[in-house]
């Protein structure tokens, strides 16, 4: 089992000219899926946070929060790794989410999104992936907690 990936595959996989923030899904997933995640978030050691208005900037995210419908498609931010901002997008469907490849400065950082993505396929046993900005058909990379592995896919782009 690998727990990461190398940077230097990761950004190849991504092509020469990528858009810079990648869409990430955890696939299957369900409005009533949000707790858990943010509860393995929490565990991890990576705090909640929100983005958006609502309770403010920076307010932590109580999984009450996503009972109130006012807060659909707001946004909160995770930080796996310094210099690593993940920003989750409160949709009632699927979980979903965004890095910034121009923060995958190192090893580390690219270390932190993947243990990112262990820790939400392992909490929904749901594959988890990566995609080019805008295009979720075009999986870069995907984790798989079945087998607790990561496929990458080279891309033209």
Known sequence: MSTSISRDSL???????PMVLPDGIVHGTRAADWPVVLDALSRAGW????NSPGPG???PVDPRDFDDPSRHYDSFAVHPAPGVRVNFFWYPGEV???IDLRELRDQASVDGVCALMIVLGE??????TLSQEGDEDAVVVSYDPGDSSFRLTSSEG
């Open 57 to 59: 900037p920076g307010t």
């Open 11 to 17: 950004m190849a996989a991504f092509g020469e000219n």
């Open 96 to 98: 979903v989410f965004d």
């Open 47 to 50: 705090p909640a946070r929100w």
């Open 123 to 128: 909490a929904t046993g749901r594959t988890v």
